[in-house]
């Protein structure tokens, strides 16, 4: 917001109002409803002075100037009303109707100063203060236009008069100090009319940010909901993401209320299908030809693979379910069931393997494809509570698991369940599976080769592919080179590239008061396509907004969109929601203080103006005293723990800044105190009219003892009340008065503003009506002035202006000060949203990817246009599977064909993530599960300059940080089984070395970590023993230099690997001192 100083500045003021859209929604929402009232009211006005001319039979010859203005006012002003209805005409000619609107009430001010034989020194005071206050309060001007129209409207009243009157032959009784009691009723008004117009400029300009950022981060909330169902669907079916995502914000809530809430049981997110087809494939020699590879070259290879492999499983209507190493696995029939799933996952292999094929005879690397697809019925969903993989589980994935591992390279490997669905689609041949593969033999399988029909000439074809040309030569490259090459030429989708981005849009959007505006970044997962797109999404968002909020702009003035926003623009604005009318009228009000001190200005202009005019007495001195006094104490219980230079900086040591804050918080406290401030200043305005009447009355009966001051300004006949008028500017001081309290109750101020001018008018009209005759006698004779030079008809008429004027103008302010707390409102309740919406997709990120890899794809330095890949020297690896589960797990009516057996396993897999949540392992990192089997990783976590480097003091001590991790796993199953009245044994294989971590998948982004290190973990895992954890002889060396006691097991054969030297960790020992 720009400091209070800073209105005054033509450059600020200039570089505000060049913000169309500010200048917008500063015409439309107030500058059209103020004038629009305004005019209306001054063209009633101008009728009823008409309708009041006939009443009083006053004849049209005789004040010819007096009714031609008049009709002639009422005419400009019906016009100009007609007019304003023109949006781009009043738009465009704005300051043009407000000048001319201001001249002409000028000049009637003064026709109706020089209408008539006798001129006064209070001569249409109230009127040119009228003109004063809606110079500020309600015509379109500048502040800068404002001060200087009112500064010679008043200044010129003054000088006029001064110069007239003083030049007559006669000049008025106390001249001098009724035009110094006009200059202080201008200066007053001048005063207030700035601090309201200030107030309502500086409200609006918050409005109009609480407005724009309200809109925009209603676009951000869009946005962010695009993003996390896109991030969300990246990751899992959309028929099961949409209940996660449910279940997911409804526990963020419920974390905010009750934080220690916790269920018995976790959410299980698993249902049945039946009658779909899996797919496992398997790149056969890619382990050999990763350990030839850099890290970029590995992530390039599998993610151009697999990506190709995404796109055939596209075409061949089946669905990636997970990427395992270099094992690749999906299922034809989910989520909607598929008449022709078998042919669709046979067609799938059959496109593989000729994919494969091509790669090996275009690069000459020796790899091929072995696919085995299995038929029958899955359960498939999510379990855990971190690294969310869509997965699948039954006895059918497991036979077509074993059906890939006991097949043929480059051949699709398929049971007889699957052939029966084919219909002879096609050929096969008699696979034997049951001679490669143990299980497949256990079971006494019969299962075949798929013949493809393109076999014969696509394989002559391939064989005879020309070479591309960045290959020539390729024989002196390494094969991974070779393969690398050729494979960036499929150009495959990077991670993630499928997101939506909207990046910083709308960053430097002009505030109201010309500084740029610091939005908040809408950042994206997806990937910075170029320069040119970037400016070109800011440009879309920046029209999107400039759209929205002109619909908003037109919107807010229609009595529907007061409905909608729950306002009824009716008797009294409210809101319809009882606890919005609560939470509103609760609501901070922080100038509080100020409108107090404004109240005070105007009590202090009275008490000027009656010093100056008033004959003086003791009840004057006395009832001014005392109104002093009390709004003194409520302006110091206002301001006094805001005064800091008579206390210390410090609120904490300031006695009274609780009691002021108190009063700014607390409606039972500002209330009163606003009662009490308003009632003094309409009380004291007229409170010495009394007096007045019964020094007169005195007068009559010879008992009447004034002070020389009175005697000196009541002439004998005491006919010449001269300041009877200035009665009447007081009151309308008063009346003022009451608009100075903003944000106050509107039904306060209001009724208030009534009985103040019903009384007022009953005291003038009745009460003290003689007093305005002898008066009127005095000036005129028998002579009838015209309506604006009869003293109790100005009276009532100026009263009355005011009365209405500022009845609709307080409003107004109400109606546009629940309108700015709504937008609060909204932006609060948004704002709350978004961070959710944040937070879930922050959730969501990091049960994809690691906290530090998330960076990577959404932090503030992006270089998400490269895949992202990274090597470490030392990590350490851990498999821990549940052996047991695979024969606990059946399938059968009573557990509803394995849903319960998966509801525990998901019990067991969510226990082992919520160790993570401690802060001890924080360097852990969760990879994935297979099955049954948990797999983890310590010190991928390292930060940004030390990708290569562990801690030189201890190199190694994640690894006794995961043997901690694996012991705290076996802790929790034993829990489980205690619970659940089960014996699960938990087998833990452990190992370290270098690994390349890397995320690939366009369409299910994963991240993976591979190298020989993993390998041997597996392996250490299931060659392991049940209950024990199984470790490499070199992270044997290593935990024993951590205190850790290892016991050898011995040599032991591990596939691939030959015979390894193998140690058992001690379980029933501490770490040795």
Same mark, same amino acid.
């Not at 800073?6 to 600020?12: A, D, L, P, R, T």
């Not at 502040?143 to 006029?160: K, P, Y």
């Not at 950022?213 to 099961?240: H, N, T």
């Not at 160790?915 to 983890?936: D, H, N, Q, R, W």
């Given at each position: 917001?720009?400091?209070?100083?800073?209105?005054?500045?033509?450059?600020?003021?200039?570089?505000?109002?060049?913000?169309?859209?500010?200048?917008?929604?500063?015409?439309?929402?107030?500058?059209?409803?103020?004038?629009?009232?305004?005019?209306?009211?001054?063209?009633?006005?101008?009728?009823?002075?008409?309708?009041?001319?006939?009443?009083?039979?006053?004849?049209?010859?005789?004040?010819?100037?007096?009714?031609?203005?008049?009709?002639?006012?009422?005419?400009?002003?019906?016009?100009?009303?007609?007019?304003?209805?023109?949006?781009?005409?009043?738009?465009?000619?704005?300051?043009?109707?407000?000048?001319?609107?201001?001249?002409?009430?000028?000049?009637?001010?003064?026709?109706?100063?020089?209408?008539?034989?006798?001129?006064?020194?209070?001569?249409?005071?109230?009127?040119?203060?009228?003109?004063?206050?809606?110079?500020?309060?309600?015509?379109?001007?500048?502040?800068?236009?404002?001060?200087?129209?009112?500064?010679?409207?008043?200044?010129?009243?003054?000088?006029?008069?001064?110069?007239?009157?003083?030049?007559?032959?006669?000049?008025?009784?106390?001249?001098?100090?009724?035009?110094?009691?006009?200059?202080?009723?201008?200066?007053?008004?001048?005063?207030?009319?700035?601090?309201?117009?200030?107030?309502?400029?500086?409200?609006? *300009?918050?409005?109009?940010?609480?407005?724009?950022?309200?809109?925009?981060?209603?676009?951000?909330?869009?946005?962010?909901?695009?993003?996390?169902?896109?991030?969300?669907?990246?990751?899992?079916?959309?028929?099961?993401?949409?209940?996660?995502?449910?279940?997911?914000?409804?526990?963020?809530?419920?974390?905010?209320?009750?934080?220690?809430?916790?269920?018995?049981?976790?959410?299980?997110?698993?249902?049945?299908?039946?009658?779909?087809?899996?797919?496992?494939?398997?790149?056969?020699?890619?382990?050999?030809?990763?350990?030839?590879?850099?890290?970029?070259?590995?992530?390039?290879?599998?993610?151009?693979?697999?990506?190709?492999?995404?796109?055939?499983?596209?075409?061949?209507?089946?669905?990636?379910?997970?990427?395992?190493?270099?094992?690749?696995?999906?299922?034809?029939?989910?989520?909607?069931?598929?008449?022709?799933?078998?042919?669709?996952?046979?067609?799938?292999?059959?496109?593989?393997?000729?994919?494969?094929?091509?790669?090996?005879?275009?690069?000459?690397?020796?790899?091929?494809?072995?696919?085995?697809?299995?038929?029958?019925?899955?359960?498939?969903?999510?379990?855990?509570?971190?690294?969310?993989?869509?997965?699948?589980?039954?006895?059918?994935?497991?036979?077509?698991?074993?059906?890939?591992?006991?097949?043929?390279?480059?051949?699709?490997?398929?049971?007889?369940?699957?052939?029966?669905?084919?219909?002879?689609?096609?050929?096969?041949?008699?696979?034997?599976?049951?001679?490669?593969?143990?299980?497949?033999?256990?079971?006494?399988?019969?299962?075949?080769?798929?013949?493809?029909?393109?076999?014969?000439?696509?394989?002559?074809?391939?064989?005879?592919?020309?070479?591309?040309?960045?290959?020539?030569?390729?024989?002196?490259?390494?094969?991974?080179?070779?393969?690398?090459?050729?494979?960036?030429?499929?150009?495959?989708?990077?991670?993630?590239?499928?997101?939506?981005?909207? *990046?910083?849009?709308?960053?430097?959007?002009?505030?109201?008061?010309?500084?740029?505006?610091? *939005?908040?970044?809408?950042?994206?997962?997806?990937?910075?396509?170029?320069?040119?797109?970037?400016?070109?999404? /800011?440009?879309?968002?920046?029209?999107?907004?400039?759209?929205?909020?002109?619909?908003?702009?037109?919107?807010?003035?229609?009595?529907?969109?007061?409905?909608?926003?729950?306002?009824?623009?009716?008797?009294?604005?409210?809101?319809?929601?009882?606890?919005?009318?609560?939470?509103?009228?609760?609501?901070?009000?922080?100038?509080?203080?100020?409108?107090?001190?404004?109240?005070?200005?105007?009590?202090?202009?009275?008490?000027?103006?009656?010093?100056?005019?008033?004959?003086?007495?003791?009840?004057?001195?006395?009832?001014?005293?005392?109104?002093?006094?009390?709004?003194?104490?409520?302006?110091?219980?206002?301001?006094?723990?805001?005064?800091?230079?008579?206390?210390?900086?410090?609120?904490?040591?300031?006695?009274?800044?609780?009691?002021?804050?108190?009063?700014? /918080?607390?409606?039972?406290?500002?209330?009163?105190?606003?009662?009490?401030?308003?009632?003094?200043?309409?009380?004291?305005?007229?409170?010495?009219?009394?007096?007045?009447?019964?020094?007169?009355?005195?007068?009559?009966?010879?008992?009447?003892?004034?002070?020389?001051?009175?005697?000196?300004?009541?002439?004998?006949?005491?006919?010449?009340?001269?300041?009877?008028?200035?009665?009447?500017?007081?009151?309308?001081?008063?009346?003022?008065?009451?608009?100075?309290?903003?944000?106050?109750?509107?039904?306060?101020?209001?009724?208030?503003?009534?009985?103040?001018?019903?009384?007022?008018?009953?005291?003038?009209?009745?009460?003290?009506?003689?007093?305005?005759?002898?008066?009127?006698?005095?000036?005129?004779?028998?002579?009838?002035?015209?309506?604006?030079?009869?003293?109790?008809?100005?009276?009532?008429?100026?009263?009355?202006?005011?009365?209405?004027?500022?009845?609709?103008?307080?409003?107004?302010?109400?109606?546009?000060?629940?309108?700015?707390?709504?937008?609060?409102?909204?932006?609060?309740? *948004?704002?709350?949203?978004?961070?959710?919406?944040?937070?879930?997709?922050?959730?969501?990120?990091?049960?994809?990817?690691?906290?530090?890899?998330?960076?990577?794809?959404?932090?503030?330095?992006?270089?998400?246009?490269?895949?992202?890949?990274?090597?470490?020297?030392?990590?350490?690896?851990?498999?821990?599977?549940?052996?047991?589960?695979?024969?606990?797990?059946?399938?059968?009516?009573?557990?509803?064909?394995g849903l319960e057996c998966l509801r525990l396993l998901n019990e067991i897999i969510a226990d082992f993530d919520e160790l993570l949540s401690k802060p001890k392992f924080s360097s852990v990192e969760k990879i994935k599960t297979i099955g049954s089997t948990y797999m983890a990783a310590a010190g991928l976590s390292i930060g940004t300059g030390q990708e290569n480097k562990q801690d030189k003091e201890k190199p190694c001590a994640h690894i006794g940080i995961m043997v901690e991790f694996a012991t705290a796993l076996m802790s929790k199953l034993d829990g489980i089984n205690r619970h659940s009245f089960n014996n699960f044994k938990l087998r833990v294989g452990i190992n370290h070395g270098p690994v390349i971590a890397g995320v690939i998948g366009a369409q299910k982004p994963q991240y993976d970590i591979w190298g020989n290190a993993v390998n041997v973990a597996s392996r250490m895992d299931s060659t392991g023993e049940l209950g024990k954890i199984q470790v490499t002889e070199e992270t044997c060396k290593v935990l024993r230099e951590l205190g850790y006691s290892c016991e050898s097991r011995g040599l032991i054969s591990v596939k691939g690997k030959g015979d390894l030297q193998t140690y058992f960790l001690c379980m029933d020992m501490n770490k040795s001192h």
């Amino acid at each position: 917001m720009p400091s209070r100083g800073k209105y005054f500045i033509n450059e600020n003021e200039t570089r505000r109002r060049a913000d169309s859209l500010f200048e917008t929604y500063f015409c439309i929402t107030q500058q059209f409803p103020l004038v629009f009232l305004f005019l209306l009211i001054i063209a009633v006005a101008c009728i009823s002075l008409i309708i009041v001319f006939f009443v009083i039979e006053l004849r049209v010859p005789d004040h010819l100037r007096f009714f031609v203005t008049l009709c002639t006012a009422l005419g400009i002003f019906v016009v100009i009303f007609v007019l304003i209805f023109i949006e781009s005409l009043f738009q465009r000619c704005m300051k043009i109707f407000a000048l001319f609107i201001w001249l002409c009430l000028l000049t009637m001010g003064y026709i109706f100063i020089f209408t008539g034989e006798r001129i006064s020194a209070w001569d249409q005071v109230p009127f040119f203060l009228y003109i004063i206050f809606v110079l500020y309060t309600m015509l379109p001007l500048s502040m800068r236009d404002a001060i200087i129209a009112s500064l010679l409207s008043s200044i010129s009243h003054v000088l006029t008069l001064s110069i007239y009157l003083s030049t007559t032959s006669k000049p008025p009784t106390f001249l001098a100090q009724q035009l110094v009691s006009n200059a202080v009723i201008f200066l007053c008004g001048c005063l207030v009319g700035f601090f309201h117009k200030f107030s309502m400029e500086r409200a609006l *300009e918050q409005t109009y940010e609480d407005t724009l950022s309200c809109i925009q981060i209603g676009m951000q909330l869009d946005v962010k909901k695009k993003q996390q169902e896109s991030l969300l669907l990246s990751v899992l079916p959309v028929y099961i993401s949409m209940e996660m995502k449910l279940s997911i914000i409804e526990r963020l809530r419920e974390s905010n209320y009750y934080p220690h809430k916790r269920d018995n049981f976790h959410s299980l997110y698993v249902k049945r299908h039946q009658n779909v087809s899996i797919l496992y494939a398997d790149i056969v020699g890619f382990t050999r030809l990763a350990s030839d590879c850099s890290p970029k070259e590995l992530v390039v290879m599998l993610n151009e693979l697999f990506g190709k492999f995404d796109q055939i499983a596209k075409e061949n209507e089946c669905m990636r379910i997970k990427i395992l190493g270099d094992c690749y696995y999906c299922v034809s029939g989910l989520p909607v069931s598929l008449p022709k799933h078998a042919r669709n996952c046979v067609k799938m292999g059959l496109d593989m393997c000729e994919a494969i094929e091509v790669v090996r005879a275009v690069t000459g690397v020796d790899i091929s494809m072995r696919v085995g697809v299995h038929s029958g019925n899955v359960l498939c969903g999510v379990i855990g509570l971190r690294k969310w993989q869509y997965d699948v589980w039954s006895h059918d994935v497991t036979l077509a698991n074993h059906m890939e591992s006991g097949g043929v390279p480059g051949r699709v490997h398929i049971t007889a369940t699957t052939l029966s669905y084919l219909q002879k689609a096609y050929e096969v041949e008699e696979g034997n599976g049951h001679q490669r593969n143990a299980y497949l033999n256990e079971l006494k399988l019969k299962t075949y080769l798929v013949i493809d029909p393109r076999t014969t000439q696509q394989s002559l074809k391939s064989r005879h592919l020309p070479m591309p040309r960045h290959l020539k030569g390729g024989l002196k490259m390494r094969a991974s080179v070779r393969m690398t090459r050729y494979l960036e030429s499929w150009g495959a989708a990077k991670p993630f590239a499928h997101l939506q981005q909207r *990046e910083s849009v709308s960053s430097d959007i002009s505030t109201p008061s010309g500084k740029t505006r610091k *939005e908040i970044p809408m950042r994206s997962l997806g990937l910075h396509r170029s320069l040119d797109r970037n400016k070109s999404q /800011k440009r879309r968002f920046e029209e999107e907004l400039h759209e929205k909020m002109i619909t908003t702009i037109n919107g807010i003035n229609s009595h529907k969109e007061s409905i909608k926003c729950g306002i009824f623009a009716g008797v009294t604005p409210s809101f319809s929601e009882k606890g919005l009318e609560k939470a509103y009228r609760s609501v901070c009000l922080p100038y509080m203080r100020y409108y107090v001190g404004c109240a005070t200005l105007i009590f202090f202009s009275i008490f000027v103006v009656h010093l100056l005019v008033m004959p003086l007495n003791v009840l004057l001195g006395i009832s001014f005293g005392i109104a002093a006094a009390v709004l003194l104490i409520i302006l110091f219980v206002s301001f006094a723990g805001y005064v800091k230079l008579w206390m210390n900086n410090s609120s904490s040591s300031n006695p009274f800044f609780g009691i002021s804050e108190a009063v700014t /918080k607390k409606p039972i406290l500002r209330l009163p105190l606003t009662l009490i401030a308003i009632v003094v200043v309409l009380v004291i305005s007229v409170l010495n009219l009394h007096s007045l009447q019964n020094n007169i009355t005195a007068t009559g009966n010879e008992t009447y003892n004034l002070t020389d001051n009175l005697q000196n300004k009541t002439n004998s006949s005491g006919c010449e009340n001269y300041y009877l008028p200035y009665y009447v500017c007081c009151c309308i001081l008063g009346l003022i008065a009451c608009s100075v309290f903003l944000r106050i109750s509107f039904e306060v101020k209001a009724l208030l503003l009534i009985i103040a001018c019903v009384v007022y008018n009953i005291i003038f009209l009745k009460d003290y009506a003689f007093l305005f005759e002898q008066y009127k006698t005095f000036l005129y004779g028998s002579a009838t002035p015209s309506p604006t030079k009869n003293p109790k008809i100005m009276a009532s008429f100026y009263l009355l202006l005011f009365g209405f004027t500022l009845l609709f103008l307080i409003k107004q302010n109400a109606y546009y000060c629940r309108l700015d707390f709504l937008w609060k409102n909204k932006f609060k309740r *948004e704002r709350e949203e978004i961070e959710t919406m944040e937070n879930l997709n922050r959730l969501l990120l990091e049960n994809v990817l690691p906290g530090h890899v998330a960076k990577h794809f959404i932090g503030e330095t992006k270089k998400n246009e490269e895949l992202y890949h990274q090597s470490y020297d030392c990590v350490c690896i851990m498999f821990a599977s549940v052996p047991d589960f695979k024969e606990f797990y059946t399938e059968c009516d009573v557990n509803k064909e394995g849903l319960e057996c998966l509801r525990l396993l998901n019990e067991i897999i969510a226990d082992f993530d919520e160790l993570l949540s401690k802060p001890k392992f924080s360097s852990v990192e969760k990879i994935k599960t297979i099955g049954s089997t948990y797999m983890a990783a310590a010190g991928l976590s390292i930060g940004t300059g030390q990708e290569n480097k562990q801690d030189k003091e201890k190199p190694c001590a994640h690894i006794g940080i995961m043997v901690e991790f694996a012991t705290a796993l076996m802790s929790k199953l034993d829990g489980i089984n205690r619970h659940s009245f089960n014996n699960f044994k938990l087998r833990v294989g452990i190992n370290h070395g270098p690994v390349i971590a890397g995320v690939i998948g366009a369409q299910k982004p994963q991240y993976d970590i591979w190298g020989n290190a993993v390998n041997v973990a597996s392996r250490m895992d299931s060659t392991g023993e049940l209950g024990k954890i199984q470790v490499t002889e070199e992270t044997c060396k290593v935990l024993r230099e951590l205190g850790y006691s290892c016991e050898s097991r011995g040599l032991i054969s591990v596939k691939g690997k030959g015979d390894l030297q193998t140690y058992f960790l001690c379980m029933d020992m501490n770490k040795s001192h």
